[in-house]
């Protein structure tokens, strides 16, 4: 029925394509398209035994809006899978508006230098307007719904889990649990346990970067900025026990904080154990994590990249982490005039995911969304023209097919809050 093209093959996208490969009656034609196409071709090799959608392969960069506007006039996908890095995000929107294409990816814009001056002065008169510095903003990407709507065309922004679940658990306990939401916590807990001193479980470039930056949550109608791990709670958390998590910036509290004007206090946790926080600190000290090209023995190095390059690859941690994600939000609100609490989440075990798929959990978490979000774009059940986030969609289809497809919600109804 339907013809998707996929950009990227890695640790999230291997996980999405074989999940569109098990809903074969919708998912009957994919073409896996990336910079590496020797990645590709492997994969679709693993799958085609397995299942009935037809499998092609391609070489592209999504950084060339031209290569991007070739690859789809050929193979005239309905939609295009962005799951390669936010790095593309908008020459593969340019690209899927020149072609008439639908678009969904699973992280918002930011770009690869954050030093470019162009780029940058944007940047700097957005952390004044806004109140929050981080590198990424849905603001680029928003700016597209005007041309996506004339255009008649679907764009989905950041279906993964956090975003996207997380995003459609808010929706969720909006439409079924409360008549007014109070306050949003979104927990993120990984308790596995791969064996390293140090590793980043999805691409440590964008990893690094959104960890190793200030802080932030949104109170009574604006944000409020801190230093990096500065604010520590602990939380005992379903399957998992007890963990240390710290308030980062997320970015779904932005497009939950605009669609969702009354709810007064939304924040983001996520769990670190103190060796990721140790080496985190010093990589940061000694310039390890910049962006910016040094020169190093008459070669241009850029020194993330080249820490990408020593660390273990995320996609290769699959066998060794064991243990469960819990990923989850907690509301407080009122309901029928009562004050109530609830809690909504997904518990994920590590070891089961790379049995299923080859992957851990985190990659699974984030390629399960991916795939149940097309499949609401493909079945028409989330199509509506212009640029959205999955919160403001019908949650109901997506979580239903969450539940079957891996992912099934766990609720409370009393639970512990976060202070
Ligand atoms: P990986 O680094 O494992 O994979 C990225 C893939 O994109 C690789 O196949 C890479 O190719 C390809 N790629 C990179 N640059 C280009 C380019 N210019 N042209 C074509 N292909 C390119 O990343 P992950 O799988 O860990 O992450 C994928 C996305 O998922 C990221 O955007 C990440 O931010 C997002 N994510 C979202 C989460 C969520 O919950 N919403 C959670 C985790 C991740 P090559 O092999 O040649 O390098």
């Not at 506007?69 to 929107?93: G, S």
């Not at 066998?319 to 005039?337: A, E, L, Q, Y």
């Not at 399960?368 to 023209?385: H, I, N």
Request: charged share 25%; with cysteine; net charge negative.
């Amino acid at each position: 029925m339907s013809r998707v093209l996929v950009i990227g093959c890695g640790g999230v996208a291997s996980v999405a394509i074989q999940k569109c490969c098990q809903v074969s009656e919708v998912f009957t034609e994919l073409c896996i398209a990336s910079r590496t196409k020797s990645k590709c071709d492997a994969l679709a090799e693993k799958l085609e035994p397995v299942t009935k959608t037809k499998i092609t392969t391609a070489q592209v960069d999504a950084d060339d809006v031209q290569q991007l506007i070739r690859l789809i006039q050929e193979y005239k996908p309905e939609l295009v899978m962005n799951i390669a890095l936010p790095y593309q995000d908008l020459t593969i929107m340019d690209a899927c508006l020149a072609c008439g294409v639908n678009y969904m990816d699973t992280a918002n814009y930011e770009p690869e230098n954050i030093d470019d001056p162009k780029w940058r002065e944007i940047y700097e008169k957005r952390c004044r307007e806004e109140g929050f510095s981080a590198y990424f903003d849905y603001s680029w990407q928003w700016a597209y719904k005007k041309k996506f709507e004339e255009a008649g065309l679907t764009a989905l922004l950041g279906c993964g889990f956090d975003p996207g679940v997380t995003q459609a658990y808010c929706a969720y306990a909006a439409k079924h649990e409360f008549d007014s939401i109070d306050t949003i916590d979104i927990l993120d807990c990984n308790g596995g346990d791969h064996g390293y001193a140090f590793a980043t479980n999805f691409n440590p470039e964008i990893n690094l970067r959104e960890v190793s930056a200030p802080g932030s949550y949104w109170e009574d109608g604006h944000w409020i900025e801190i230093p990096a791990m500065s604010i520590k709670r602990d939380y005992t958390f379903d399957q998992v026990g007890q963990k240390d998590m710290y308030l980062l910036h997320h970015e779904e509290i932005e497009s939950l904080a605009k669609n969702f004007p009354d709810v007064k206090r939304i924040r983001f946790f996520m769990t670190f154990g103190q060796s990721y926080l140790d080496h985190m600190r010093c990589l940061e000290d000694v310039g390890m994590l910049g962006t910016a090209p040094i020169q190093y023995n008459g070669q241009e190095i850029v020194p993330i990249q080249f820490l990408k390059a020593l660390l273990p690859d995320p996609a290769s941690l699959g066998p060794r982490t064991k243990g469960k994600t819990n990923i989850g939000c907690i509301f407080t609100g009122t309901k029928d005039g009562q004050p109530k609490t609830y809690y909504i989440y997904n518990v994920c075990d590590h070891q089961e995911c790379y049995r299923e798929v080859g992957s851990q959990a985190i990659s699974y978490t984030t390629g399960v969304p991916a795939m149940c979000g097309a499949l609401m774009l493909l079945t028409g059940k989330w199509s509506r023209p212009g640029v959205y986030t999955v919160e403001e969609f019908d949650p109901d289809p997506f979580l239903d097919a969450l539940d079957l497809y891996g992912l099934p919600r766990s609720e409370s109804h009393a639970p512990a809050l976060v202070d």
